[in-house]
């Protein structure tokens, strides 16, 4: 497969920066990474005074202009992790609520029946609901201040190597146009040369992308597989719901055919008597017509009856998306290898029973710090010493909860009915009486429109764009506006198509270019053109792109990339 980047400019210097370890990406799990780190160095700075370590070339990369804007969760924090990083962290993270009351409804068309107990992986009781963006806010606070930079607004673009080793990170060229010709501001990334390097980029992180494929990393694994959360949070009158509820759905709008569901957690601002409602739909993306839309489907699920209700009165007050990786434990690539370490969602630690990984990013985090600090003291960074990180894993509570659920999502690939009874099977047999269930990349579902019913069939309520009433739904473009997403306007497209005549004469008759309906923001447009074999041709709008990477994943022919644009660009997610 080719690797694509962004065309480099010639001819340009990059300045050197020296770094001992650079972790690229400020979610939740670099951060915790950051934060164990300078625990472990403070540790031992105290105990050896004589041989202290210094924490001041330990930099994280964050694209976003702020930590936490470019995060999207649900969330619900399992506190299990934070309680290991920072004992205590109750009295003073953001908390929004305390579960206090879950339940599970299936829902047909317009019913709704609620499941007799809740099936154990959703039990959530002493969870806290959260927003992703402040409590990632809340960490920076304490990374910086234990004396570790951030640098937000620097999107780590390449990986540099010296030999197969992973020897640092070049940030993103700033200040070039369209054309990519330097502007006046132009200013060149640096190449941070660093001992260890730790990819925290999140689900299918460009540079973790990179490199898997460079080493064919993923090949005796089960490929990733995804799904792509849509989420809007609503202020609703108060006694709709409770701060502290919980709420997951399955059935309508999807048929027995698509794998996904939705979550609803309510909670409260401090100060006002309206209650906030995190609802969102993930769309497993292994679904198979491609006219199916994820944004679609959250518009369809809050025409049910249920949700109606519930939202009646209320105000949409954000909107977001994110893709989320599904594969679980089959699907991990190795962990490290010469100078680098993968981390969260970036290897793929996340438990979809529970859709649950903010406490598995922390913990792997905390792992790979740990890691990161016998290299520094040993002076030695080399596959032998970073591959104790695989260890740690396989040795922790990571593998006790992921490994039990190793064939969650794999037995669903024929079809709701039978993945709810292989579930309860997996649940019998501490992961299903195989130990390991093959998997397939979820795009190669996506049939073509001539083998599907040209009115939709039974999902032709999930089609195409949303049309939107304004008020209890919207079209993308209306939700798009309440997720603050901005970028440098004059910069290249950070959206690489490797041919574009495959969109052009290929892709609009065969799948009726499916980016269109997967992405949530509206990039993708095919607009009419005679000169083009078929009248249309694809165009872009970069700048409305809310990082979710479904277009990396999804597309049925894998020819796009989706690489960081310059740094600070993205949505300015706040309370997701
Ligand atoms: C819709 C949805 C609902 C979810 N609900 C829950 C839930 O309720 N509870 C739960 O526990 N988990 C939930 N999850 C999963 C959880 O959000 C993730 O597992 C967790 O956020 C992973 O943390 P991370 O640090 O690995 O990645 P992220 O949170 O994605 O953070 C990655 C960071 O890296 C930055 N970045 C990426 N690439 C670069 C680059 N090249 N250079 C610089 N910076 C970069 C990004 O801007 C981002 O800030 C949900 C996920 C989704 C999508
Ligand atoms: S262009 Fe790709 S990454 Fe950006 S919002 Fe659309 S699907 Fe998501």
Redesign the pocket.
Known sequence: MTLIFRKPLPNIEHPEMPADVVI???????MACALRLSQLIDDHNARHPESPLSKENIYV????REAGQ?????????PRSMKELLPGFESEAPLDAVVNKDAVYFLTRTGHYRLPITPPPLRDHGNYVIS?NRFVKWLAGKVEAAGITIFTGF??SELLYEGDRVAGVRTDDKGVDKQNQQKSNFEPGYDIKAKVVVL????R???TKQLIQKFDLMKDRNPQTYGV?V?ELWEVPSGRIEAGEVIYTMGYPLTMKEYGGAWIYGSQNPGSKDTIVSL?F?TGLDYRDPRLDPQHVLQTFKQHPFITKLLDGGKMIRYGA???PYGGWWSLPPLAGDGWMI????AGF?NSAR?????L?IKSGMLAAETAFDALLKSDSSAATLSKFQRRVETSWIKDELWPVRNFHQVFKNGMVAGVFNTALQEIFRGGPRNRVPSHAGHENLQPLANLPADGGPEAHMLGPAKGDGKLTFDKLTDLYHSGTKHEEDQPAHLLIQDTNVCNDRCVKEFGSPCQNFCPANVYEMVDDETAPNGKRISLNPANCVHCKTCDIQDPYQIITWV?PEGGGGPNYDGM
């Open positions: 690229v990406g400020g979610g939740p799990a670099g990369l964050e694209k976003a470019h995060c999207l969760s649900g969330a619900l924090l399992d992703i999107a780590g925290a980029e999140g689900t992180g460009s540079l959360g989420k969102g993930v994110k893709a989320l981390v969260g969602d970036s996340l859709l649950k990984g903010i406490h990013a960081p």
